[in-house]
């Protein structure tokens, strides 16, 4: 038996049923470790619980905890750095408090989340993939601090994420030597391919990130912050926002914002 099972999963949480991502509607469902069953578990990763009115439902377990943060928890003091590191283009634009990387990070995760039952063409893998290359995406800003590129000069604008991504990947290596097998390897190739954007984890992965910095720049745009608008956000990005569940989202933002200015 799983030694980190739950007493319970709450309404509006998302599980992984039967290989695929559902989301609790109608009930909470406690785990008969709960109650007192001892022996509810057929094989050592699949746990019977009972749903109330339906009955006996199983749930692979081993999988459920997959979707909470997997890097944070083994390496503590990465995961509090990022917590130390304010957006710079929220600093740029005078916004107090700003938004962290680790914040940002959470927020991306959650959205994908929140779109799980959308997200129809990703395998639960690719879904997990995607969770955790989202995780470690903003490591090397650890050493390297939040370095922000703006310009529509198309030459300049390469010249200087070439730039970057060299001081990043020298931060990752640094940052991952040291890490004990195989996590340091795990996450420089996570972050390397987030970087690289090739394939549809990686793609979808970038995506999000551009999208969450318009969600976000609304949000402080509704808050009264004068030098924070959305739009510009979105006219920077639009045409990087492609997948239809996005779109749809940044879309909603521009009419929202253009009906309050």
Request: net charge negative.
């Amino acid at each position: 038996m799983s030694i980190n099972v739950p007493e319970s999963i709450w309404k509006k949480r998302n599980i992984l049923y039967k290989g695929k991502f559902t989301k609790v509607l109608d009930h909470s469902i406690s785990c008969p470790c709960a109650i007192g069953q001892t022996h509810h578990h057929p094989s050592e990763d699949l746990l019977m619980v009972e749903l109330e009115n339906i009955g006996t439902v199983p749930f692979f377990w081993d999988h459920f905890n997959l979707l909470e943060l997997k890097y944070a928890k083994l390496f503590p003091d990465l995961w509090k750095a990022l917590d130390e590191i304010p957006r710079e283009g929220w600093v740029r634009r005078e916004v107090k408090n700003p938004e962290t990387d680790q914040e940002h990070t959470i927020s991306l995760r959650n959205l994908v989340i929140s779109m799980i039952d959308r997200l129809t063409e990703f395998s639960v893998n690719e879904i997990l993939e995607l969770l955790d290359m989202l995780e470690v995406h903003e490591f090397p800003e650890i050493i390297d601090g939040d370095k922000v590129i703006v310009t529509y000069d198309q030459k300049e604008k390469e010249r200087l994420k070439a730039e970057k991504f060299n001081s990043e990947f020298k931060a990752m290596i640094k940052i991952c030597k040291d890490l004990p097998s195989p996590y340091g390897k795990e996450i420089f190739f996570l972050w390397l391919r987030f970087e690289k954007g090739k394939g549809k984890v990686p793609v979808l992965a970038r995506q999000l990130d551009k999208y969450q910095a318009m969600e976000k720049a609304f949000e402080y745009q509704n808050i009264g912050w004068p030098k924070v608008l959305a739009k510009a956000f979105i006219d920077y990005s639009r045409d990087v926002i492609i997948h239809p569940v996005l779109k749809e989202k940044m879309l909603n933002i521009e009419k929202q914002a253009s009906i309050i200015f």
